[in-house]
Structures are given as structure tokens and as C-alpha cells.
């Protein structure tokens, strides 16, 4: 089995090569496991633990081989050695051996470790707590209710891992992951992040295992109470397909809906997102609720809720969803959201796509206008009567646009005479 894995980890394209590492250098973690699982990414991110200063070897290795070092954990000595696309993150073995380290991981299918002997060398695996059989059985179990609370996200990474490997929780892992699911509150903000994008993303019972974060209230720290709301359930890769989206659409688009159902715009900065993500799940969760408070996604036989919003309404929600439509659209019956992912895939459709049929700066050349407010009013009304047909598209009569700016601007005028 460590011949198997050694082979399947390919260390001839390491650009660090084995026998770099000092004599008790040993490969832990998610790289072993994955091995033995026949699931390693092209490039997996390599754990090591070494017998001194991990620090101080990194940035040796380092200088040697072209990369960089970036210090994790000064007190621990842990660093991260990234070279030519490759991260190696390296520490400082905790205890007189292997074993006692290894003792201290969050998950037995974690405490997995394969030594890097010389090449002419047998191997072997160290597994002294139990994580083969784990790995054979398809169960997640924590070494320990401690080493859980030693960093509190382990609790959520171990929801993560279940959704990731398909596996079942162990019985009392999955009780101590619940009476201590308060303590992921004094978790940074980014550390939990990274962990619900990486669950989100599951495809297959990625909505299952985040509903499952919020009922046992990993996430009320963060905005997020329990229970979680019903339309979770429906955002799986069955669904992306009767929609009609993509392979490639429903990579993205599943993940990003998960997260905007779960978590709003607040939430998101609370956890220390980007702008831009908490714009996203922002926009999406409003024009969601737009549609369910008028009762419209509800509404039996139904084929287009988006027909029932008024104009200045469709046209708001066109500009702010043009890019995140088909994560907008998971939440649609089914045949309202495929007619309106055919026509966001028309770059040329004026509605799903809307856009002015002249700039601002030609209007104000054509039509004297300064620039203000009324020249921003301006530009929507002549948007809006584009997306809605009564104007044709970008490229078409520039005339045609001006008779309907200086009718608009006349009658604006008379009301306000």
C-alpha cells in the first residue's frame, strides 16, 4: 500500500525533490490520504513534518530551489514553501516522535503518515490511529474531543471533508461537532470562509452537508440560524440540469447560490469576503425575495414569474444579475428559467444584456446636456426603452434614439414647467 502510494504521489515531479528534506521527514495529511484514495489533484498541496526548525529549513529550501517562504506559525514553526505553482507547507514534529504527533491531528483519516525514506528503501505507513480503516469504511472520526477544540474550525472541516469523501460522520464525532458548534464563532473570519466556499462548491451533497453546517448551528455565530432555509435542498447538479445549465455554468453557479441562500450580504463581510462577493449574494438574495414576496415563484403553473415584475423592476434586476443569472435562475421553476438562460446566452438580447443606445458623452454632444442627474435619468429611460424593444439595439439609428431623448426631455420639461 505505501509503494502504491508513492507511486500515485509521483515525487519525481516534486520540484523539491524527497531526499532535499532532512533524515525523519515525514509526508502527513491530505496528500496521503488523497493518495490512498486514488483522488489526488495534478498538483497536491504537501504536508510535511520534520524533526527541527521548520522555519529555518524552508527558507534554506527556499533560496535553493527558486521559491518563497511565508511563516505560518512562529511559535509551532510552521511554514509554507511555494515553488513553481507547488505550496509545501513544512512543521515542526510536536512531541519525541511520529506517533505522538500524529496523535494531536483532527481526523484519524488526517493521522496518516508516510516517512520519506531513501529510494532504495522499503516504506511504510504509520497509522497508529486507526485511519486505514477509517479510510476502507468510509468513516470520518475524530481522534479526539480535545484536539477538536484545539481549533474549533476542525468542527466545520469535518462536515467539509464528509461532503468532499462521501463519507458518514462517526456517531460521537458527530455529537461533539454539535454541543461545541459555538465555538466557531472565535475562528477568523477568512479560516471559516474558506471552509463553506470549499463545502459549497461539493457538487454532489454539497447542499446537504451545508444545510447540515446550519442546523447544528456552526453557523449562528456568523449570521446564519438554524434551520436552514428549505430552498438549500433544491440547489443540487439535477437541478443546474433541468434548467439547462452547463457543466461549466453549474461549477460556478451552484456554489455561489448555496452561499448567497445561506448567508447575506452582512454575514459575508462579517467573514471577511471580497466587496464583490458580498455585492453578489446581496443581489441575488434581493431579487429572490423580490419574486417570493409577490408569492410569484409559488405560483402554481406558472411558466414566467419574471413576467409579472414591473418594468423598471426587470430592468434593475437585469443589470445587477447579468453576470450571476444562472445562479439566480437555480431558484426558478423550471421552464421560466430555461427560457431565460437561452436568452442570456444572446449577448445581442437587449433585455438580458442591457446597455444604452448611445453613451452618455454622445447625448450630451447631440443634445447639449450637461452632466448631472437628468443625463443619468436619461440614460435609463433610453436603456429601459431599448431592453423592452420600443428602441432598437446598440448600432442601430442613432436618429431614432435622439427623437426619443428630446421627446422624453420635453415631457419631463412641461411637467416640471
Known sequence: MARRLWRRLEPERWPVPPDAFP????????????????????????????????????????????????????????????????TIDLARRVGDDLATDLARRDYSINAIALPL??????????DPQGGLADLAAGHLRAIGEANLLDDPLRLLRGLRLAAELGFELESGTAVWIRHHSARCGSVAGERVLAELERLAAVARGGERWLARAVDE????????????????????????????LSPQEAEWALPLARLATVLDGPA???????????????????????????????????????????????????????ADLPAWLLRLPIAAARCALQRWRDPSDPLFHPRTPLDGRALQEALGLGAGPELGRLIDHLTQERAFGRLRAAGGSDAQTLTCAQRWLAEREGRHG
Not at 117 to 126: H, N, S
Open 23 to 86: 533524515a525523519g521527514t515525514a509526508l502527513v495529511g491530505g496528500a496521503v490520504r488523497d493518495g490512498l484514495l486514488d483522488r489526488l489533484a495534478e498538483q497536491p498541496d504537501l504536508d510535511l513534518v520534520v524533526g527541527g526548525d521548520a522555519i529555518a529549513l524552508t527558507r534554506c529550501l527556499a533560496g535553493r530551489h527558486r521559491g518563497s517562504c511565508v511563516v505560518l506559525d512562529r511559535e509551532r514553526s510552521i511554514a509554507r514553501l511555494v515553488v513553481q505553482g507547488w
Open 117 to 126: 525514506a531513501g529510494a532504495d528503501q522499503p516504506r511504510e505507513l504509520i
Open 217 to 244: 448551528s456552526l453557523l449562528a455565530p456568523w449570521g446564519a440560524p438554524a434551520p436552514a432555509p428549505p430552498a438549500l435542498a433544491g440547489l443540487t447538479p439535477e437541478a443546474a440540469e433541468l434548467r439547462g
Open 268 to 322: 459575508l463581510a462579517v467573514l471577511r469576503a471580497s466587496r464583490r462577493l458580498q455585492q453578489r449574494a446581496a443581489q441575488l438574495r434581493r431579487h429572490w425575495e423580490l419574486l417570493e414576496t409577490g408569492g410569484a415563484t409559488g405560483a402554481g403553473g406558472e411558466t414566467d414569474p419574471l413576467a409579472r415584475l414591473a418594468e423598471p423592476e426587470r430592468l434593475t434586476l437585469q443589470r445587477q444579475l447579468e
